[in-house]
């Protein structure tokens, strides 16, 4: 079993960063892909950021490319999400999630383990 454990998140301003982190223990992930996933009040979970085993493969959703970097760190057993230029549109629950198979998936089903998520909120 993997528990996924996130932190960073937090209330800031439009136009800021924050840095999410997602801390894995139980197992290693460099065999997972690693995605986040966000969901807010009212709405599906959504697919932000996913990472192949070595980290060279990221897809990002359209709505974040451009403003969101996902990163993993095997050694460390953790995956980052850096997220500038945030907007309000962007205020979530972000949730981190490992994938035991070796291509990237966008769709939540697919992933086997969870985080408890951290909240994030962008003010206007």
């Known amino acids: 079993q993997m528990q996924l454990v996130e932190s960073g998140g937090g209330l800031v301003q439009a136009g800021g960063s924050l840095r999410l982190s997602c801390a894995a223990s139980?197992?290693?992930?460099?065999?997972?892909?690693m995605g986040w996933f966000r969901q807010a009040p009212g709405k599906e979970r959504e697919f932000v950021a996913a990472?192949?085993?070595?980290?060279?493969?990221?897809h990002y959703a359209d709505s974040v490319k451009g403003r969101f970097t996902i990163s993993r760190d095997n050694a460390k057993n953790t995956v980052y999400l850096q997220m500038n230029s945030l907007k309000p549109k962007d205020t979530a629950v972000y949730y981190c999630?490992?994938?035991?198979?070796?291509?990237?998936?966008?769709?939540?089903?697919?992933?086997?383990?969870w985080g408890q998520g951290t909240q994030v909120t962008v003010s206007s």
């Open positions: 999630a490992a994938d035991t198979r070796a291509e990237i998936s966008r769709s939540h089903r697919d992933y086997d383990y």
């Open positions: 139980g197992r290693a992930i460099n065999r997972n892909i």
């Open positions: 990472v192949s085993w070595g980290g060279i493969n990221t």
